[in-house]
Nanobody, 122 residues
Framework: QVQLVESGGGTVQSGGSLRLSCAAS????????MGWFRQAPGKEREFVAAIVWSTGTTYYADSVKGRFTVSRDNAKNTVYLQTNSLKPEDTAVYYC???????????????WGQGTQVTVSS
């Protein structure tokens, strides 16, 4: 089992920034990739970004490319999502997830955190 705990959400004005964290514990060696997803009210969960633990290779959705940055601290078993130039359409609950490989498909991630709310006001 892998336990994931997100933090860092909040309310910011359009153009603002937030740094989300996802701390992993348990059998972390069983997951090779970490993904960030988000879900807005009435919408499906969508892929935001992902990172490979070992290499640091990163992947982004087109909607956040150039504004969001995913990184990891292997020593702390923690993944971060730096969100800059936030827009009202970025408002959602953000989730981190652990899986065997990077994929944009949420169903392929085995472990999920509880989510953290990000609200961007215009």
């Amino acid at each position: 089992q892998v336990q994931l705990v997100e933090s860092g959400g909040g309310t910011v004005q359009s153009g603002g920034s937030l740094r989300l964290s996802c701390a992993a514990s348990g059998r972390t060696f069983s997951s090779r990739a970490m993904g960030w997803f988000r879900q807005a009210p009435g919408k499906e969960r969508e892929f935001v970004a992902a990172i490979v633990w070992s290499t640091g290779t990163t992947y982004y959705a087109d909607s956040v490319k150039g504004r969001f940055t995913v990184s990891r601290d292997n020593a702390k078993n923690t993944v971060y999502l730096q969100t800059n130039s936030l827009k009202p359409e970025d408002t959602a609950v953000y989730y981190c997830a652990a899986g065997l490989r990077v994929t944009t498909t949420s169903a392929e991630y085995s472990y999920w955190g509880q989510g953290t709310q990000v609200t961007v006001s215009s």
